[in-house]
């Protein structure tokens, strides 16, 4: 996971008119939270818009006053609920032995060998929800998709094994490739159950037959006691 350094200066950010100010002016109110830290900034909005298109899962070197610098990452982004401006940013100071719980994107390797041979690839999960020690964080998790043939899944235990836990049952699918229907194959299939239908017909025919032809057998020869 790479790492962005941002040189901010320390602020006092007072009131929301205060902020609102600030956000006129062409900042954005943040703040760093870590273990008895609690540090407001303000970081140009150019910048902020910058790193929410692109690195949003990176780690952050805030640097503060060129004295306190903090390894941190992004955990929260507050938007207007009517404008959709970003209006604060959250960051918190990692602790080096401490697990970090967060999502990261499956980035897919490779073509199946089953599309290859006509199947349909099948995405079923598209993020991992996973934990890790700051300096095993990653930005994205590959997963190679080139052996797996038609009617075969990719499970999270498929994905070899890393310094991070994994928060998903092992079963779980990730990718799939299945079987495309032809228009031939449907149209078989079609053609096979409405044979089905009139066996299952004419079996039910004659068995009515046999049953009357029964019947009427008894009343011809009725029995004299």
Request: charged residues 25%; glycine residues 4%.
């Amino acid at each position: 996971m790479k790492i962005i350094i941002l040189k901010v200066e320390k602020r006092v950010i007072g009131n929301k008119k205060h902020r609102q100010s600030l956000r006129e002016y062409g900042y954005t109110p943040c703040i760093v939270y870590g273990k008895n830290k609690n540090i407001k900034f303000v970081l140009d909005s150019y910048l902020v818009e910058k790193i929410i298109t692109n690195n949003t899962l990176s780690k952050f070197l805030v640097s503060i006053n060129h004295e306190i610098n903090l390894t941190t990452i992004l955990k929260e982004i507050q938007y207007n609920p009517i404008t959709d401006k970003i209006m604060h940013l959250d960051f918190l100071e990692l602790n080096p032995r401490k697990y970090i719980t967060y999502e990261v994107p499956i980035k897919p390797i490779g073509k199946a060998k089953g599309v290859y041979k006509g199947g349909e690839y099948i995405s079923k999960l598209r993020k991992l929800k996973i934990k890790a020690l700051p300096k095993n964080m990653v930005d994205h998790i590959e997963i190679n998709l080139e052996n797996l043939d038609i009617g075969e899944n990719y499970y999270v235990k498929n994905i070899p094994p890393k310094k991070l836990v994994i928060l998903h049952d092992s079963n779980t699918v990730i990718s799939a490739v299945k079987q495309i229907k032809t228009a031939t194959a449907t149209a078989t299939a079609t053609m096979e159950k409405a044979k089905l239908s009139h066996s299952n017909s004419n079996s039910n025919s004659n068995s009515r037959a046999k049953h009357l032809k029964t019947k009427e057998n008894k009343s011809e020869n009725p029995i004299i006691q």
